[in-house]
Protein backbone atom coordinates (compact mmCIF):
# COMPACT_ATOMS: atom_id res chain seq x y z
CA UNK A 1 0.00 0.00 0.00
CA UNK A 2 1.97 3.23 -0.88
CA UNK A 3 -0.69 5.54 -2.50
CA UNK A 4 -2.49 7.79 -0.67
CA UNK A 5 -5.93 9.41 -1.02
CA UNK A 6 -7.29 12.83 -0.53
CA UNK A 7 -10.71 13.50 0.59
CA UNK A 8 -11.29 17.59 0.18
CA UNK A 9 -13.64 19.61 -0.56
CA UNK A 10 -11.57 23.09 -0.86
CA UNK A 11 -9.63 23.33 -4.31
CA UNK A 12 -6.71 24.87 -2.20
CA UNK A 13 -6.53 22.43 0.31
CA UNK A 14 -6.22 19.95 -2.63
CA UNK A 15 -3.88 21.94 -4.54
CA UNK A 16 -1.49 22.39 -1.23
CA UNK A 17 -1.56 18.61 -0.20
CA UNK A 18 -1.12 17.12 -4.00
CA UNK A 19 2.04 19.54 -3.75
CA UNK A 20 4.24 18.80 -0.58
CA UNK A 21 3.18 14.69 -1.36
CA UNK A 22 4.01 14.87 -4.98
CA UNK A 23 7.84 16.68 -3.23
CA UNK A 24 8.21 13.77 -0.85
CA UNK A 25 7.96 11.09 -3.54
CA UNK A 26 4.10 9.97 -2.85
CA UNK A 27 1.64 8.91 -5.19
CA UNK A 28 -1.60 11.17 -4.16
CA UNK A 29 -5.06 10.49 -5.39
CA UNK A 30 -8.13 12.62 -4.79
CA UNK A 31 -11.91 12.02 -4.88
CA UNK A 32 -14.68 14.24 -3.96
CA UNK A 33 -16.35 13.75 -0.76
CA UNK A 34 -19.70 12.61 -2.52
CA UNK A 35 -17.55 9.94 -4.13
CA UNK A 36 -15.27 8.56 -1.57
CA UNK A 37 -17.25 5.78 -0.06
CA UNK A 38 -17.69 4.50 -3.82
CA UNK A 39 -14.07 4.86 -4.49
CA UNK A 40 -13.08 3.28 -1.20
CA UNK A 41 -15.02 -0.41 -1.88
CA UNK A 42 -13.46 -0.74 -4.83
CA UNK A 43 -10.03 0.99 -3.93
CA UNK A 44 -9.16 0.58 -0.92
CA UNK A 45 -5.41 -0.28 -0.61
CA UNK A 46 -4.09 2.89 0.89
CA UNK A 47 -1.49 3.89 2.96
CA UNK A 48 -3.06 7.01 4.55
CA UNK A 49 -6.26 8.69 4.01
CA UNK A 50 -6.39 12.83 4.36
CA UNK A 51 -10.17 13.69 4.76
CA UNK A 52 -11.27 17.14 5.58
CA UNK A 53 -11.85 17.68 9.58
CA UNK A 54 -15.18 19.33 8.80
CA UNK A 55 -16.85 16.34 7.29
CA UNK A 56 -17.90 15.22 10.67
CA UNK A 57 -20.49 12.37 9.95
CA UNK A 58 -18.31 10.92 7.18
CA UNK A 59 -15.23 10.80 9.11
CA UNK A 60 -17.35 8.76 11.13
CA UNK A 61 -18.65 6.83 9.21
CA UNK A 62 -15.60 6.06 7.07
CA UNK A 63 -13.33 5.07 9.90
CA UNK A 64 -16.11 2.87 11.24
CA UNK A 65 -16.71 0.64 7.73
CA UNK A 66 -12.45 1.33 6.87
CA UNK A 67 -10.95 0.05 10.70
CA UNK A 68 -7.55 -1.08 9.13
CA UNK A 69 -6.73 2.15 7.29
CA UNK A 70 -5.24 5.21 9.02
CA UNK A 71 -6.62 8.76 8.60
CA UNK A 72 -5.26 11.87 9.08
CA UNK A 73 -7.60 15.30 9.72
CA UNK A 74 -7.12 18.31 7.86
CA UNK A 75 -8.11 21.66 8.90
CA UNK A 76 -9.26 22.51 12.21
CA UNK A 77 -10.95 19.71 14.72
CA UNK A 78 -13.14 20.54 17.91
CA UNK A 79 -13.26 16.27 18.53
CA UNK A 80 -10.71 14.31 19.75
CA UNK A 81 -9.37 11.99 17.55
CA UNK A 82 -10.13 8.04 18.45
CA UNK A 83 -9.16 4.25 17.07
CA UNK A 84 -8.11 5.03 13.40
CA UNK A 85 -7.47 8.87 13.03
CA UNK A 86 -4.29 9.24 13.91
CA UNK A 87 -3.97 13.06 13.68
CA UNK A 88 -4.61 16.49 12.79
CA UNK A 89 -3.11 18.64 10.26
CA UNK A 90 -3.43 22.24 10.54
CA UNK A 91 -3.59 24.82 7.56
CA UNK A 92 -1.50 26.11 6.65
CA UNK A 93 0.11 22.79 6.00
CA UNK A 94 3.65 22.18 6.31
CA UNK A 95 6.26 19.65 5.26
CA UNK A 96 7.03 18.70 9.03
CA UNK A 97 4.00 18.05 10.00
CA UNK A 98 2.69 15.80 7.43
CA UNK A 99 5.20 13.57 7.23
CA UNK A 100 4.79 13.61 11.37
CA UNK A 101 1.76 12.42 10.58
CA UNK A 102 2.31 9.73 7.92
CA UNK A 103 4.81 8.07 10.45
CA UNK A 104 1.86 7.72 12.37
CA UNK A 105 -0.09 6.04 9.80
CA UNK A 106 3.47 4.07 9.04
CA UNK A 107 2.89 2.90 12.56
CA UNK A 108 -0.89 2.17 12.78
CA UNK A 109 -0.41 -0.22 9.44
CA UNK A 110 2.45 -2.22 11.07
CA UNK A 111 1.49 -2.27 14.67
CA UNK A 112 -2.40 -3.36 13.75
CA UNK A 113 -3.56 -6.76 14.48
CA UNK A 114 -3.29 -9.02 11.51
CA UNK A 115 -6.71 -11.39 10.25
CA UNK A 116 -7.30 -14.71 8.44
CA UNK A 117 -4.29 -17.43 7.66
CA UNK A 118 -1.13 -15.02 8.45
CA UNK A 119 -2.42 -15.29 12.21
CA UNK A 120 -2.83 -18.75 12.34
CA UNK A 121 1.08 -19.27 11.16
CA UNK A 122 1.92 -16.45 13.19
CA UNK A 123 0.72 -17.88 16.39
CA UNK A 124 2.15 -21.75 15.20
CA UNK A 125 5.79 -19.48 14.67
CA UNK A 126 5.72 -17.84 17.90
CA UNK A 127 4.37 -20.09 20.05
CA UNK A 128 7.49 -19.65 22.62
CA UNK A 129 7.11 -15.91 21.88
CA UNK A 130 3.43 -15.98 23.44
CA UNK A 131 2.66 -13.03 25.26
CA UNK A 132 1.11 -9.38 25.12
CA UNK A 133 4.14 -7.46 26.81
CA UNK A 134 5.10 -4.64 25.02
CA UNK A 135 8.72 -6.09 25.04
CA UNK A 136 7.99 -9.55 23.72
CA UNK A 137 5.82 -7.83 21.40
CA UNK A 138 8.87 -5.65 20.21
CA UNK A 139 10.65 -8.68 19.61
CA UNK A 140 8.06 -10.30 16.93
CA UNK A 141 7.83 -7.40 15.26
CA UNK A 142 11.30 -6.77 14.81
CA UNK A 143 11.67 -10.58 13.77
CA UNK A 144 9.04 -9.66 11.27
CA UNK A 145 11.06 -6.59 9.68
CA UNK A 146 14.61 -8.95 9.77
CA UNK A 147 13.74 -12.30 8.71
CA UNK A 148 13.11 -11.41 4.82
CA UNK A 149 16.73 -9.33 4.54
CA UNK A 150 19.92 -11.59 4.88
CA UNK A 151 21.08 -9.07 7.50
CA UNK A 152 23.25 -10.63 10.63
CA UNK A 153 21.27 -10.70 14.05
CA UNK A 154 22.43 -10.67 16.95
CA UNK A 155 20.39 -11.71 19.82
CA UNK A 156 21.03 -10.39 23.51
CA UNK A 157 19.71 -10.86 26.49
CA UNK A 158 20.26 -13.28 29.83
CA UNK A 159 20.31 -16.92 30.01
CA UNK A 160 16.68 -18.52 29.78
CA UNK A 161 15.22 -15.67 27.85
CA UNK A 162 14.99 -17.84 24.66
CA UNK A 163 17.50 -16.44 22.70
CA UNK A 164 17.59 -19.58 20.89
CA UNK A 165 14.18 -19.36 20.00
CA UNK A 166 14.22 -15.79 18.35
CA UNK A 167 17.28 -17.21 16.00
CA UNK A 168 14.89 -20.12 14.76
CA UNK A 169 11.74 -17.91 14.53
CA UNK A 170 13.97 -15.83 12.07
CA UNK A 171 15.45 -18.52 10.15
CA UNK A 172 11.39 -19.67 9.90
CA UNK A 173 10.52 -16.20 8.18
CA UNK A 174 13.45 -15.75 6.41
CA UNK A 175 14.13 -16.69 2.47
CA UNK A 176 15.96 -19.61 3.84
CA UNK A 177 13.71 -21.91 5.72
CA UNK A 178 14.10 -24.80 3.12
CA UNK A 179 17.74 -24.78 3.97
CA UNK A 180 19.36 -25.95 7.52
CA UNK A 181 19.21 -24.40 10.87
CA UNK A 182 22.34 -25.47 12.50
CA UNK A 183 23.02 -24.18 16.05
CA UNK A 184 26.80 -24.07 17.55
CA UNK A 185 27.14 -23.17 21.51
CA UNK A 186 30.60 -21.65 21.15
CA UNK A 187 31.07 -21.51 25.31
CA UNK A 188 30.73 -25.35 25.12
CA UNK A 189 33.47 -26.12 22.73
CA UNK A 190 37.23 -25.95 23.76
CA UNK A 191 39.27 -23.54 21.86
CA UNK A 192 41.34 -25.70 20.19
CA UNK A 193 38.36 -28.01 18.65
CA UNK A 194 36.04 -24.50 18.04
CA UNK A 195 37.84 -24.18 14.59
CA UNK A 196 37.78 -27.92 13.11
CA UNK A 197 33.92 -27.60 14.70
CA UNK A 198 32.88 -24.27 12.47
CA UNK A 199 35.28 -25.01 9.34
CA UNK A 200 35.83 -28.58 9.27
CA UNK A 201 39.20 -30.31 8.70
CA UNK A 202 40.97 -32.24 5.89
CA UNK A 203 42.22 -36.28 6.63
CA UNK A 204 45.27 -35.99 8.34
CA UNK A 205 44.74 -32.30 9.09
CA UNK A 206 46.24 -32.90 13.18
CA UNK A 207 46.50 -36.58 14.99
CA UNK A 208 43.20 -38.34 15.20
CA UNK A 209 41.95 -36.78 11.61
CA UNK A 210 41.38 -40.04 10.20
CA UNK A 211 39.31 -38.91 7.83
CA UNK A 212 37.73 -35.18 6.27
CA UNK A 213 35.07 -33.74 8.37
CA UNK A 214 32.60 -31.27 6.84
CA UNK A 215 32.51 -28.32 9.60
CA UNK A 216 28.74 -26.49 10.68
CA UNK A 217 29.57 -23.43 7.62
CA UNK A 218 29.72 -26.11 5.31
CA UNK A 219 26.36 -28.00 6.81
CA UNK A 220 24.46 -24.74 7.19
CA UNK A 221 24.65 -23.67 3.95
CA UNK A 222 21.84 -21.73 2.20
CA UNK A 223 20.49 -21.82 5.93
CA UNK A 224 21.33 -20.50 9.15
CA UNK A 225 24.03 -20.63 11.37
CA UNK A 226 23.38 -19.74 14.72
CA UNK A 227 26.65 -18.69 17.16
CA UNK A 228 25.05 -18.99 20.97
CA UNK A 229 27.59 -17.34 23.56
CA UNK A 230 29.59 -16.00 20.98
CA UNK A 231 30.88 -14.01 23.73
CA UNK A 232 32.86 -17.00 25.08
CA UNK A 233 34.47 -17.44 21.86
CA UNK A 234 38.61 -17.28 22.03
CA UNK A 235 40.23 -14.14 20.65
CA UNK A 236 42.07 -15.79 17.81
CA UNK A 237 38.61 -17.67 16.31
CA UNK A 238 37.48 -14.03 16.42
CA UNK A 239 39.90 -13.32 13.61
CA UNK A 240 38.96 -16.21 11.45
CA UNK A 241 34.99 -15.54 11.91
CA UNK A 242 35.57 -12.30 10.85
CA UNK A 243 37.57 -13.13 7.72
CA UNK A 244 34.62 -15.29 6.74
CA UNK A 245 32.25 -12.85 7.33
CA UNK A 246 33.84 -10.34 5.39
CA UNK A 247 35.38 -12.48 2.77
CA UNK A 248 32.35 -15.41 2.32
CA UNK A 249 35.33 -17.38 2.08
CA UNK A 250 36.74 -20.32 4.10
CA UNK A 251 39.23 -22.99 4.14
CA UNK A 252 38.97 -26.68 6.27
CA UNK A 253 42.01 -26.69 8.58
CA UNK A 254 44.63 -28.55 7.11
CA UNK A 255 43.11 -27.70 3.70
CA UNK A 256 43.63 -24.92 1.16
CA UNK A 257 40.91 -25.17 -1.50
CA UNK A 258 38.71 -22.12 -0.47
CA UNK A 259 34.81 -22.48 0.03
CA UNK A 260 32.68 -20.28 -0.99
CA UNK A 261 29.99 -19.67 2.18
CA UNK A 262 26.07 -18.89 1.57
CA UNK A 263 25.17 -19.09 5.29
CA UNK A 264 23.12 -16.20 7.72
CA UNK A 265 24.73 -16.07 10.82
CA UNK A 266 22.73 -15.28 13.83
CA UNK A 267 24.82 -14.96 16.74
CA UNK A 268 23.49 -14.44 20.53
CA UNK A 269 25.32 -13.90 24.03
CA UNK A 270 24.01 -12.85 27.35
CA UNK A 271 27.25 -10.97 27.91
CA UNK A 272 27.94 -6.94 27.44
CA UNK A 273 29.97 -7.16 24.58
CA UNK A 274 30.69 -3.40 24.65
CA UNK A 275 32.43 -3.79 28.16
CA UNK A 276 34.22 -6.65 26.71
CA UNK A 277 35.62 -4.98 23.75
CA UNK A 278 36.89 -2.16 26.16
CA UNK A 279 38.35 -4.75 28.29
CA UNK A 280 40.33 -6.33 24.88
CA UNK A 281 38.26 -9.69 25.31
CA UNK A 282 36.11 -9.70 22.35
CA UNK A 283 37.40 -7.56 18.84
CA UNK A 284 35.61 -4.62 17.84
CA UNK A 285 35.38 -4.90 14.38
CA UNK A 286 33.60 -8.86 15.02
CA UNK A 287 30.79 -6.78 16.94
CA UNK A 288 29.48 -4.34 14.71
CA UNK A 289 30.13 -7.24 11.87
CA UNK A 290 27.63 -8.91 14.08
CA UNK A 291 25.82 -6.54 15.39
CA UNK A 292 23.98 -5.13 12.57
CA UNK A 293 20.57 -5.80 13.85
CA UNK A 294 20.22 -6.28 17.60
CA UNK A 295 17.32 -7.93 19.11
CA UNK A 296 17.10 -7.70 22.57
CA UNK A 297 15.06 -10.58 24.43
CA UNK A 298 13.50 -9.17 27.47
CA UNK A 299 13.78 -11.09 30.79
CA UNK A 300 10.83 -12.40 32.85
CA UNK A 301 10.81 -10.33 35.60
CA UNK A 302 9.71 -7.38 33.19
CA UNK A 303 7.18 -8.74 31.48
CA UNK A 304 5.41 -11.13 34.39
CA UNK A 305 2.26 -10.72 33.06
CA UNK A 306 2.83 -12.71 30.56
CA UNK A 307 3.71 -15.30 33.36
CA UNK A 308 -0.47 -16.45 33.22
CA UNK A 309 0.07 -16.86 29.12
CA UNK A 310 3.37 -19.12 29.05
CA UNK A 311 1.44 -21.26 32.11
CA UNK A 312 -1.13 -22.39 29.60
CA UNK A 313 1.20 -22.61 26.64
CA UNK A 314 3.81 -24.77 28.39
CA UNK A 315 0.97 -27.32 30.77
CA UNK A 316 -0.61 -27.52 27.01
CA UNK A 317 3.00 -28.62 25.65
CA UNK A 318 3.11 -30.94 28.36
CA UNK A 319 -0.57 -32.29 28.07
CA UNK A 320 0.69 -33.22 24.41
CA UNK A 321 3.53 -34.97 25.71
CA UNK A 322 2.33 -36.94 28.55
CA UNK A 323 -1.20 -36.82 28.79
CA UNK A 324 -0.77 -34.82 32.18
CA UNK A 325 -2.21 -31.71 33.10
CA UNK A 326 -1.77 -28.92 36.25
CA UNK A 327 -4.09 -26.24 36.64
CA UNK A 328 -3.60 -22.99 39.03
CA UNK A 329 -5.45 -21.16 41.36
CA UNK A 330 -5.31 -17.12 41.02
CA UNK A 331 -3.71 -16.61 44.51
CA UNK A 332 -0.69 -18.76 43.19
CA UNK A 333 -0.43 -17.31 39.65
CA UNK A 334 0.12 -13.93 41.76
CA UNK A 335 2.61 -16.03 43.84
CA UNK A 336 4.42 -16.69 40.41
CA UNK A 337 4.06 -13.26 38.98
CA UNK A 338 6.09 -11.88 42.17
CA UNK A 339 8.78 -14.33 41.79
CA UNK A 340 12.37 -12.80 40.59
CA UNK A 341 12.91 -15.37 38.04
CA UNK A 342 16.45 -15.50 37.69
CA UNK A 343 16.18 -18.44 35.05
CA UNK A 344 13.70 -16.86 33.44
CA UNK A 345 11.71 -18.67 30.90
CA UNK A 346 13.81 -21.84 31.36
CA UNK A 347 12.98 -21.87 34.81
CA UNK A 348 9.13 -21.49 34.54
CA UNK A 349 9.39 -24.27 32.12
CA UNK A 350 11.01 -26.62 34.93
CA UNK A 351 9.02 -25.36 37.52
CA UNK A 352 6.33 -26.90 35.10
CA UNK A 353 7.87 -29.87 34.86
CA UNK A 354 8.41 -30.87 38.33
CA UNK A 355 4.66 -29.45 39.15
CA UNK A 356 3.61 -32.20 36.73
CA UNK A 357 5.49 -35.23 38.29
CA UNK A 358 4.51 -33.67 42.13
CA UNK A 359 0.77 -32.61 41.38
CA UNK A 360 -0.13 -34.24 37.82
CA UNK A 361 -4.04 -33.96 36.74
CA UNK A 362 -4.15 -31.55 40.27
CA UNK A 363 -4.81 -27.83 41.04
CA UNK A 364 -2.23 -25.96 42.72
CA UNK A 365 -2.34 -23.65 45.17
CA UNK A 366 0.44 -21.70 46.90
CA UNK A 367 1.34 -24.19 49.37
CA UNK A 368 1.60 -26.96 46.90
CA UNK A 369 4.95 -24.39 44.85
CA UNK A 370 7.89 -25.41 46.05
CA UNK A 371 8.66 -22.72 49.02
CA UNK A 372 11.03 -20.37 46.72
CA UNK A 373 7.99 -19.61 44.95
CA UNK A 374 5.57 -18.91 47.61
CA UNK A 375 5.58 -15.49 47.84
CA UNK A 376 1.92 -14.55 49.02
CA UNK A 377 0.79 -15.22 53.00
CA UNK A 378 -2.31 -17.64 52.44
CA UNK A 379 -4.57 -19.27 54.70
CA UNK A 380 -3.72 -23.96 54.61
CA UNK A 381 -6.77 -25.42 54.19
CA UNK A 382 -6.46 -28.19 56.89
CA UNK A 383 -9.71 -30.71 56.61
CA UNK A 384 -11.77 -31.02 59.33
CA UNK A 385 -12.88 -35.05 59.33
CA UNK A 386 -15.72 -36.37 61.79
CA UNK A 387 -14.97 -37.86 64.33
CA UNK A 388 -16.81 -41.38 63.61
CA UNK A 389 -14.40 -41.50 60.21
CA UNK A 390 -11.10 -40.74 62.41
CA UNK A 391 -12.26 -43.53 64.55
CA UNK A 392 -12.83 -46.04 61.98
CA UNK A 393 -9.60 -44.81 60.40
CA UNK A 394 -7.72 -45.79 64.25
CA UNK A 395 -9.79 -49.03 64.09
CA UNK A 396 -8.69 -50.11 60.61
CA UNK A 397 -4.72 -48.92 61.80
CA UNK A 398 -5.18 -51.20 64.77
CA UNK A 399 -7.06 -54.11 63.95
CA UNK A 400 -7.16 -54.45 60.42
CA UNK A 401 -6.53 -57.57 58.65
CA UNK A 402 -2.92 -57.97 57.97
CA UNK A 403 -1.56 -60.55 54.95
CA UNK A 404 2.32 -60.04 56.33
CA UNK A 405 2.98 -63.52 56.93
CA UNK A 406 6.14 -62.75 59.05
CA UNK A 407 3.22 -60.44 61.44
CA UNK A 408 2.70 -63.89 63.65
CA UNK A 409 5.66 -64.95 66.05
CA UNK A 410 6.90 -68.71 65.16
CA UNK A 411 4.60 -71.11 67.29
CA UNK A 412 2.04 -68.68 68.41
CA UNK A 413 -1.20 -69.58 67.13
CA UNK A 414 -3.28 -67.23 68.97
CA UNK A 415 -5.79 -64.74 66.19
CA UNK A 416 -3.48 -61.51 65.11
CA UNK A 417 -6.46 -58.50 65.00
CA UNK A 418 -3.33 -56.12 64.16
CA UNK A 419 0.44 -55.72 64.77
CA UNK A 420 1.55 -56.94 67.69
CA UNK A 421 -1.97 -56.99 69.02
CA UNK A 422 -4.01 -60.60 69.93
CA UNK A 423 -7.04 -60.77 71.11
CA UNK A 424 -7.69 -62.33 74.40
CA UNK A 425 -9.66 -65.79 74.73
CA UNK A 426 -12.22 -64.07 76.60
CA UNK A 427 -12.70 -61.13 74.46
CA UNK A 428 -12.39 -57.65 74.91
CA UNK A 429 -14.87 -54.31 75.28
CA UNK A 430 -13.34 -52.47 72.00
CA UNK A 431 -14.63 -49.19 73.24
CA UNK A 432 -12.70 -48.93 76.65
CA UNK A 433 -9.68 -50.58 74.80
CA UNK A 434 -9.19 -47.87 72.06
CA UNK A 435 -10.39 -45.23 74.46
CA UNK A 436 -7.50 -46.11 76.96
CA UNK A 437 -5.35 -46.42 73.89
CA UNK A 438 -6.36 -42.88 72.52
CA UNK A 439 -5.40 -41.32 76.14
CA UNK A 440 -2.33 -43.29 76.30
CA UNK A 441 -1.03 -42.10 73.43
CA UNK A 442 -2.49 -38.46 73.91
CA UNK A 443 -0.56 -38.46 77.20
CA UNK A 444 2.65 -39.73 76.02
CA UNK A 445 2.36 -36.97 73.05
CA UNK A 446 2.31 -33.98 75.63
CA UNK A 447 4.37 -35.56 77.84
CA UNK A 448 6.91 -35.45 75.10
CA UNK A 449 6.41 -32.16 73.75
CA UNK A 450 6.31 -30.46 77.56
CA UNK A 451 2.59 -30.06 77.21
CA UNK A 452 2.91 -27.83 73.97
CA UNK A 453 -0.82 -28.83 72.28
CA UNK A 454 -0.02 -27.40 69.39
CA UNK A 455 2.98 -29.45 68.49
CA UNK A 456 1.55 -32.63 69.93
CA UNK A 457 -1.36 -32.03 67.56
CA UNK A 458 1.26 -32.35 65.27
CA UNK A 459 2.74 -35.45 66.60
CA UNK A 460 -0.72 -37.13 66.58
CA UNK A 461 -1.70 -35.73 63.13
CA UNK A 462 -4.52 -33.94 64.40
CA UNK A 463 -5.91 -29.86 64.49
CA UNK A 464 -5.41 -28.25 67.38
CA UNK A 465 -8.86 -27.72 68.61
CA UNK A 466 -9.14 -31.55 68.13
CA UNK A 467 -7.36 -32.77 70.54
CA UNK A 468 -8.09 -29.62 73.07
CA UNK A 469 -11.57 -30.95 73.05
CA UNK A 470 -10.40 -34.70 73.47
CA UNK A 471 -8.00 -33.27 76.35
CA UNK A 472 -11.65 -31.65 78.00
CA UNK A 473 -13.07 -35.02 77.24
CA UNK A 474 -10.87 -37.41 79.25
CA UNK A 475 -9.87 -34.32 81.64
CA UNK A 476 -6.28 -34.47 80.73
CA UNK A 477 -4.18 -31.60 81.86
CA UNK A 478 -0.77 -30.65 82.90
CA UNK A 479 -1.91 -30.36 86.60
Known amino acids: MSKILIISEPEARRISLQTILTF ?6 EVAPLQAEAHLQQNHLYSAILI ?3 AGSMIEALTKAYPYLPFVLVGQSTMPCTNNQVGVVSEPVTYPQLTQMLHRCQAYLSRKPDSGSSVHNKTKLFRSLIG ?9 HMIEQVAPTDANVLVLGESGTGK ?9 LSNRKSGPFIPVNCGAIPGELLESE ?12 VSSRKGRFELAESGTLFLDEIGDMPLQMQVKLLRVLQERTYERVGGVKPIPCNVRVIAATHRDLETMIQEGNFREDLYYRLN ?14 DIPLLLQELVSRA ?7 VKFTQPSLQSLMEHPWAGNVRELSN ?8 HPNRVVDVSDLPPKYQHLDTEVYEPDYPEELLEREAINALFGSDDDPDSTSEGDNSPVTGEGHALPEDGLNLKEYLADLEVNLISQALQQQDWVVARAAEVLGMRRTTLVEKMRKYGLSKE
Open 24 to 29: MGEQPE
Open 52 to 54: DAE
Open 132 to 140: KSAGIQAVR
Open 164 to 172: EVVARNVHY
Open 351 to 358: LVERLLIL
Open 319 to 325: ENETGNT
Open 198 to 209: LFGHEKGAFTGA
Open 292 to 305: VFPIDSPPLRERKD
